[in-house]
């Protein structure tokens, strides 16, 4: 379906959801960066957008559904091409980066399984982006605009879980004061995510597989049966398939669960993201703590470019923000927490602080060779883009111009590396680029923002 759209001059032309959300989109970033609106102004628009955003994803969601089923995914597309048609049938990435064939596979079948309601089993590493894989699921589904409630099954001791689930009368036991609701009735309608589900023990499998069955609930100390209308995410980062084969998880609960399973890859594993990732971080850290994105030196970057980073993703917006917080114009390795520094043999980041860390980064912290090979190379990317960019004084099109590559490409890459072409425009004059130049590039940088 199309939605039709008045042009300023009044001449009507369709517009596809996709273009209306990439509309919204440019104009949340635009009011984001804006030096002449107040602050609390430019939230409460930016507010708007979002929620006129959000209506625009839930009613496109059925059709997106549809057109899924109709093309699906080739996995011999292109990273760029399948995260464009993803975008282009208006998928809700929730703030999910990359490109990674395997990040990409998982929100593929993410895309599928949201709009129905089987459950989705999602594992992983810890700090891989598990949770946000499951609001990705219910923002894409038809429950977008009903409750979506978090339970933490490892958090809830014991003697509580029951109660915490399905709620419980009056005088049930000692400190039931009131009747209360529990967290699947809460999220009547809506989705249920069930995190750390590994940690449940068997008593509680055993009541959650009967409500699985049932959709039914009881809360603790009556004899009522609940109709509940739930969708289940469950999480966790354990492995079900053997911790069933050990007789600690229940099989029969593990396989209804897991109808659709999600495994997302470790940052290790796709560390071509990395880069972008870094990028991104450092410009959401500046935001929030209301300054400048910071620099990183050549050796910073190269340390975060080849660490393991064992926390995933957590891990490397948690170090951004760290980095952000403490250094001043530039970070370097010493910005980093001590017992993360390199040590003098550990890595490329020789030097200075380094070594002065104890315990800090070993080889079996780093990368493989190829890795090695892929973060040289992303170097060398950066290095002749710095070097362009200060020969044209930071004008995009004039860059694009001279290396021949397509300006959105260019754009593109700007963007992965962190880098702003207004950080390399000169005073005066600007050699070989047309006048008027810069603003579009300007406008092209709070896009790609
Ligand atoms: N692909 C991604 N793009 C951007 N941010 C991400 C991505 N994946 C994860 N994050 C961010 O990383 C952090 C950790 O993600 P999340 O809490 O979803 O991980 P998790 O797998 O549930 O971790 P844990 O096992 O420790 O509970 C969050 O701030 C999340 O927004
Ligand atoms: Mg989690």
Known sequence: ??????????????????????????????????????????????????????????????????????????????????????????????????????????????????????????????????????KVIHANGSRADKPYISVNCGAIPDNLLESELFGHRRGAFTGASADRKGKFESAHTGTIFLDEIGELPLAGQVKLLRVLESHEIQRVGSDEMIAVDTRIVAATNR????????????????????????????????????????????????????????????????FLLTYAYPGNIRELRNLMYRISCLAGDTADIDHLPVDMRPTPAGSGAQGGAAGS??????????????????????????????????????????LARRVDMNRSHLQMLLKKHGLHSKDFRRQGAQPGGRKGDNDEDDAEDLEAG
């Not at 493989?368 to 099109?397: C, Y």
Request: no cysteine; charged share 30%.
């Open 357 to 398: 860390g104890g315990g800090g980064a070993t080889v079996s912290n780093l990368l493989s060779l190829a890795d090695a090979k892929r973060a040289a190379s992303d170097e060398a990317e950066k290095a002749f883009l710095e070097r362009g960019l200060h020969e044209v004084g930071g004008t995009v099109a004039e």
């Open 239 to 302: 492995n079900l398939r053997r911790l069933s084969e050990e007789g600690k998880f229940r099989e029969d609960l593990f396989y209804r669960l897991s109808v659709i399973h999600v495994t997302l890859p470790p940052l290790r594993e796709r560390r071509d993201e990395i880069p972008l990732l870094v990028a991104y971080f450092g410009d959401e850290a500046a935001g929030t703590l209301k300054r400048r994105p910071v620099r990183l030196t050549p050796r910073l970057r190269d």
């Open 1 to 134: 379906m199309k939605i039709l759209d008045q042009t300023d001059d009044g001449a009507s032309s369709t517009l596809s959801y996709a273009g209306l959300i990439e509309r919204i989109e440019i104009l949340r970033s635009t009011l984001r960066w804006s030096s002449r609106l107040e602050r609390a102004d430019i939230d409460k628009l930016l507010r708007q957008a979002s929620s006129l955003r959000d209506e625009v994803m839930q009613m496109s969601h059925r059709e997106r559904f549809v057109q899924a089923v109709a093309e699906p995914a080739r996995a011999d597309q292109s990273r760029g091409a399948r995260r464009q048609a993803l975008l282009e049938r208006s998928f809700i990435f929730e703030g999910t980066f990359g490109d990674n064939p395997r990040l990409l596979e998982a929100l593929e079948i993410a895309e599928k399984a949201a709009p129905t309601d089987l459950p989705v089993l999602v594992d992983g590493e810890s700090g891989t982006g598990k949770e946000l894989m499951a």
